[in-house]
């Protein structure tokens, strides 16, 4: 090959196949320290070549490995590198944590019992605009050293408490998810079934002041009042026989806690069942079907009747402070629903709409 006079011209591909070609013929009669000389990524060209500095890597787990304190020192650790490893602006950042890591918790109930759940966990703290990132595995340390007490909003301070100074944090927040079982009575028959309410618990600290909210997912029967009437004006009028159009209907719950009293999840669900008492049932009869369709007709509402019967209760319980109801009825006359937000005080105060927020409230049976 005679590259003379040709320095300047771009490659093509038949240049490149005859220049490795070259390279590889003078490779196999060099000396590796020669190859050395020249590159050591040459090797990767020589399937079967060895070349002295180039590391032979183990492919066999090593199960009996224990690394010890110099070695683990030793360690990279990128997310607490410095500021000039930032990617992007230098903003801070107010929640960066993990979400969904789920444990088995123990949680304390009205009657003085104790439950055990399965239990989603969400947790985070605020970011400096000049730290790089945080360590996750140091939110769920922090969360497992008390996995085994008796969960309750104290045990959860400790646990928020851990974390900031693990992550020297100033804010934080800290969420549990789960399934609350409570037996509820049927209407008239007597039977007795599990009711499951999603309920969240959730920590903040921001400025040096803490809030404790919980949230709770109530599920009832929505009878609309206009169709209720209309029906009954085919009925009267006409002799036509006409139902009123209900549907299985949601509202997510979000109080916030005052006054030093526990509020218990059963408090809160006893509370949403005063202000709406058609909730749907469990175990169900022919007496209890019939009772049902009765409590509906006794009880037709409009959405921001919902909110509005749910805004009644929280205002006159002492344990409540600020709140936030969303109620959505999935109803089976549009194929659209009807959905309503009602807020007191500044928690939950808000000018944007998460745009998935509804669509979060959907049950499907």
């Excluded at 309750?152 to 804010?171: G, I, P």
Aim: charged share 25%.
């Amino acid at each position: 090959m005679n590259f003379v006079g040709e320095i300047g011209r771009e490659p093509d591909r038949r240049d490149a196949e005859q220049a490795l070609d070259l390279l590889r013929r003078w490779a196999e009669k060099a000396d590796p320290a020669e190859i050395v000389r020249l590159d050591p990524a040459i090797a990767r060209l020589l399937p079967g070549r060895e070349v002295g500095n180039y590391p032979e890597l183990s492919r066999i787990y090593p199960e009996n490995f224990t690394p010890d304190a110099s070695y683990r020192a030793s360690m990279p650790d990128l997310q607490n590198g410095p500021a000039s490893l930032i990617v992007g602006a230098q903003a801070p950042i107010q929640h960066v944590g993990i979400s969904n890591f789920r444990l088995p918790i123990r949680f304390h109930t009205r009657d003085g019992g104790d439950i055990t759940l399965e239990t989603s966990v969400t947790g985070t703290v605020s970011l400096i605009g000049e730290k790089k990132g945080i360590n996750m595995s140091r939110i769920m340390r922090s969360f497992y050293a008390h996995a085994e007490r008796t969960f309750s909003f104290s045990v959860l301070e400790a646990v928020l408490e851990d974390y900031k100074k693990d992550h020297d944090s100033v804010d934080a927040r800290l969420m549990m998810r789960f399934s609350f079982p409570a037996r509820v009575d049927s209407l008239r028959s007597g039977l007795t079934g599990w009711q499951y309410y999603d309920i969240a618990l959730e920590l903040m600290e921001g400025e040096g002041r803490q809030k404790r909210i919980t949230h709770l997912d109530y599920v009832y029967s929505s009878t609309c009042p206009c169709s209720l009437e209309l029906s009954e004006h085919a009925r009267q009028s006409r002799g036509q026989l006409a139902t009123p159009h209900s549907q299985r209907s949601v509202a997510r719950i979000s109080v916030v806690e005052e006054g030093g009293k526990i509020l218990w999840y059963e408090d809160l669900i006893d509370l949403a069942r005063a202000a709406v008492p058609t909730e749907t049932q469990v175990m169900v009869k022919r007496e209890d079907e019939q009772a049902f369709a009765e409590l509906n007709a006794a009880n037709p509402i409009f959405v921001e009747d919902a909110a509005r019967s749910f805004a009644e209760r929280l205002l006159a319980e002492p344990r409540v402070g600020d709140f936030r109801i969303v109620a959505s009825h999935q109803e089976s006359l549009h194929s659209h629903d009807a959905v309503s937000i009602l807020t007191e005080g500044p928690t939950f105060a808000a000018e944007s709409i998460d745009p998935k927020l509804f669509s979060t409230l959907h049950r499907p049976g």
